[in-house]
């Protein structure tokens, strides 16, 4: 087909012309959006089964503070027993079990991180149940974990991204911080690249939630593999204080340094001035 | 019997060999005669006299490593894009001095060894010098004729801080920018000229450009000039006015017993600065200090957690983290008291404490004498409780600033802890001096009891009656001076408010408030005993009747198996 400009330019004043033109934007710019916005991680697929054996776990395990249908337990003084679960999604189901937060084995400021109660089958069925009741973040794709592909522009700019958003509470190398009333930024020292990767998504407990809007699954991934470098690097300069910073030093410099200094002057002092004795 | 034979140094191979060049010295620069006195010079031999020596040698390493590193530190704050070997900052902006202490830790051979060195230092020199600065003061090594070298401490003290700060600030790290922070923040606390001042030091908002460079030229050029030169004054002083000593046999106001500078203490000293220097060699090797790549550069909106200052600003730290938020605007400025009364008053109620107390303490006993015997902590009870209580305050504050590090190593509130603390500041020190100044009375009466009833022997008798009781033995009389050898306890006389013709006198009301806490100085002390209590004492240990054995001039006590020992 053959397109004159003078075609073109006859019809141009056709009353459709306009809605045409609004089409082909439109078509363009949701072209243009499927390909380059951020994707979220990929979900995994659940059966039927799985959601049911869930619901099964669930209620044993988990109804008696989060309610027979995961709508959430108020107190009758309008407090928070056990919050919905409605919209958490696969990936906080994943972190709070997974890492044995919960089940919770008492009433405390924050869960701390456990053994987990369900094995992993168990975790994923539960998973599913929930992600059934309605969307919300999934389990991450595994092309977002493999932290060890990430060169070294990655590994920068993911260091960027937690000195800008994490270290203020959890520390230049992750080694944790104190929150207000006995809560706490927990140690991302041996944590799984999946579990960072969903407190990232899910905003577990004091945790604020960092979208893909906020930070795109690959820039997350960079900020991963940021931890796992710093944390899996040597320790370089000797024994660390687990990156506790000064006190830690403080510590040793009175301790070791003043201390032992100490005994050798005790040392010292303890020893006379030495001089050639003759037996008479 | 031995006896002690020794060879003039003329006569041995090494001073044949050394004489010409000696001697060809002595032509030119006359040493000689200042050399003969001064070598000979005699120092006192105990543990504690060896505080300050701590800090001197950690002075001299820091010199060393110091010069070490300026040959590749850049003090600039110009942005450079780092390709160092440090893999997770390559293609990072960050400034120059951040750039090249990664340099020096990771692309100069001994680099890193250098700067933990340099580091292990000076926290060591700060502590040293603080715990030198203790045994000053519970032995009152400071009273007349030695306050201004007392003075000359503080300043050495303050100073060291400084420029201990200075240093932690310069690799412009997350960490040390942070620091900065926290002092620029207390510059615009103070009232009115805050701003200005900052404006002043910074070269306009902070951070600028200005900082680092000016933290350099202090950090390697007029702060350590001014150690050097306190520290000569410091030493100078030391030998004019003679070591203190403790007390002892053969030990007087009048005399130094102890052993000569050349060859003891030449040996001791000299020997004792290879084992600091080991000691921070040793430190900077295998344990970790400042891992400045761990924060990454500073960036004013980057902060984090666990941020901590060096442990000598920990106490300042910790006062501003459980000050409560007051803050007033009125005359059109912000008066921020919950930063200027901590942060600024906290150091300055420290360092002014520190540099009167020498003169509060001679106005409150009224004591002109020169002393150069040590006090004994126990003998001046109030003394040693209120430097307890003085220790206490510091130690709360320096708690507090790691209170973050507590609440997250002992699951505790961070809340609570603050509660602690702020109740703890102004209680705990109170409960401390209470209980040091008991421990020191009754340290005072286990003194006077064994002066008066001997010391315990180890050895059971038995009566006729069949009651047991431990035989008690006089203490050798050596033993008995050194425990007698302080002053006795001045008479507390209220002062006359009023002339003979029943006038008010002038200072009635000053000497009024002075008798008030001279009397709590002393209050419940114990003095020591009597010639006439000892006499009595003595005939009465002497007794040998109801005794089955005579113990004997020479008895020593029972060893731990019940075997009586002799000289």
Not at chain 1, 73 to 78: A, L, M, N, V
Not at chain 2, 318 to 327: D, H, K, Q
Not at chain 2, 428 to 452: E, H, W, Y
């Amino acid at each position: 087909m053959r397109f004159s400009v003078r075609t073109l330019s006859t019809r141009r004043r056709h009353p459709l012309a306009g809605l045409v033109v609004l089409v082909l934007g439109l078509v363009a710019a949701a072209g243009l959006w499927s390909a380059l916005a951020p994707k979220p991680a990929q979900a995994e697929q659940y059966t039927a089964r799985d959601v049911e054996a869930g619901r099964e776990l669930f209620l044993i395990g988990c109804a008696s503070c989060h309610g027979q249908n995961a709508e959430g337990i108020t107190t009758k003084d309008g407090g928070n027993y056990g919050p919905s679960l409605i919209g958490v999604g696969a990936a906080a189901v994943d972190f709070q079990v997974g890492t044995g937060r919960m089940p919770m084995a008492q009433s405390a400021p924050q869960a701390p991180r456990k053994a987990p109660e369900y094995d992993a089958e168990e975790t994923r069925q539960l998973s599913a149940y929930i992600a059934s009741l309605a969307p919300g973040p999934a389990i991450p794709a595994e092309e977002y974990l493999n932290y060890q592909d990430v060169d070294v522009e990655g590994l920068r700019e993911g260091g960027e991204f937690f000195r800008t958003n994490c270290t203020a509470c959890h520390n230049s190398v992750g080694a944790g911080g104190a929150l207000p009333n006995g809560r706490y930024a927990p140690t991302l020292k041996g944590v799984s690249a999946k579990h960072i990767y969903e407190a990232m998504v899910t905003g577990p407990q004091q945790m604020p939630v960092f979208n893909d809007d906020l930070i795109t699954p690959e820039d997350k991934r960079n900020v991963i593999a940021y931890i796992k470098r710093v944390q899996e690097q040597p320790n370089y300069g000797g024994i660390g204080g687990g990156g506790l910073g000064p006190v830690v030093d403080g510590v040793f410099v009175w301790v070791l340094g003043i201390g032992g200094l100490i005994g050798f002057a005790i040392w010292i002092g303890a020893h006379g001035a030495r001089s050639k004795k003759k037996k008479a | 019997m031995s006896t002690d034979t020794y060879t003039p140094v003329e006569d041995t191979g090494f001073g044949k060999k050394a004489a010409g060049p000696v001697g060809w010295l002595d032509d030119r620069l006359g040493l000689a005669g200042v050399a003969k006195k001064n070598l000979r010079k005699v120092f006192p031999e105990h543990w504690s006299f060896m505080l300050g020596e701590i800090a001197l040698w950690s002075f001299v390493v820091l010199l060393l490593t110091g010069v070490f590193l300026t040959f590749w530190f850049q003090p600039s704050m110009s942005e450079v894009v780092y390709d160092g070997s440090y893999a997770p900052f390559r293609g990072l902006e960050m400034s120059q001095a951040y750039a090249s202490t990664l340099h020096i830790s990771f692309d100069i051979r001994g680099g890193l060894l250098m700067r933990q060195i340099h580091h292990w230092a000076a926290a060591l020199f700060v502590g040293a010098m603080l715990a030198h600065m203790l045994r000053i003061f519970f032995t009152g090594a400071y009273r007349k004729p030695r306050e201004i070298n007392w003075l000359i401490g503080v300043g050495l003290l303050a100073l060291g801080m400084v420029e201990g700060f200075a240093g932690y600030s310069l690799p412009d790290d997350l960490l040390s920018g942070t620091g900065l922070r926290f002092v620029d923040g207390l510059i615009r606390s103070i009232p009115l000229v805050g701003s200005y001042l900052e404006f002043f030091i910074f070269g306009g908002e902070f951070p600028g450009e200005e900082i680092i460079p000016r933290l350099y030229m202090a950090h390697i050029l007029l702060i350590p000039a001014l150690l050097l030169g306190l520290i000569a004054a410091h030493m100078l002083l030391l030998v004019y006015h003679k070591h203190t000593q403790w007390p002892g046999a053969g030990r007087t106001n009048d005399n130094v017993v102890g052993y000569p500078m050349l060859p003891v203490y030449a040996a001791k000293a000299g020997g004792f600065f290879f084992v600091v220097f080991g000691f921070t060699a040793l430190m900077g090797a295998l344990v970790q200090i400042n891992p400045v790549w761990a924060y990454g550069p500073y960036n004013p909106s980057e902060v984090t957690a666990g941020s901590q200052p060096d442990w000598y600003m920990g106490f300042s730290e910790g006062l501003v983290r459980i000050m409560p938020n007051w803050e007033s605007t009125f005359l059109g400025h912000t008066w921020s008291w919950n930063v200027f009364i901590p942060g600024v008053g906290g150091l300055g109620l420290l360092f002014t404490v520190l540099a009167l107390w020498p003169f509060v303490e001679r106005w409150v006993t009224g004591d002109q004498r020169e002393h150069h015997l040590l006090e004994r902590p126990r003998n001046a009870p109030t003394r040693t409780g209120l430097g307890v209580a003085g220790m206490t305050f510091y130690g709360v504050g320096w708690a507090a600033g790691g209170n973050d590090i507590i609440a997250t190593q002992f699951h505790l509130s961070i809340n609570a802890l603050t509660h602690i603390f702020r109740i703890g500041i102004f209680l705990f020190p109170v409960i401390a001096f209470i209980i040091t100044r008991r421990i020191c009375i009754g340290l005072q009466r286990a003194d006077q009891n064994k002066i008066l009833h001997g010391y315990e022997t180890g050895v059971i008798e038995r009566s006729p009656d069949g009651s047991y009781a431990e035989r008690h033995a006089p203490l050798p009389v050596t033993e008995q001076y050194r425990l007698t050898a302080h002053d006795r306890l001045p008479a507390l006389e209220a002062p006359a408010e009023t002339d003979e013709n029943g006038v008010a006198l002038p200072h009635g009301r000053v000497a009024k408030v002075r008798h008030r806490v001279r009397s709590f100085y002393y209050k419940g002390a114990i003095d020591k005993p009597t010639l006439a209590e000892v006499e009595h004492a003595d005939e009465h240990l002497a007794e040998i009747e109801g005794h089955p054995v005579h113990l004997g001039e020479d008895f020593q006590g029972v060893s731990e198996t019940g075997i009586p020992k002799s000289h």
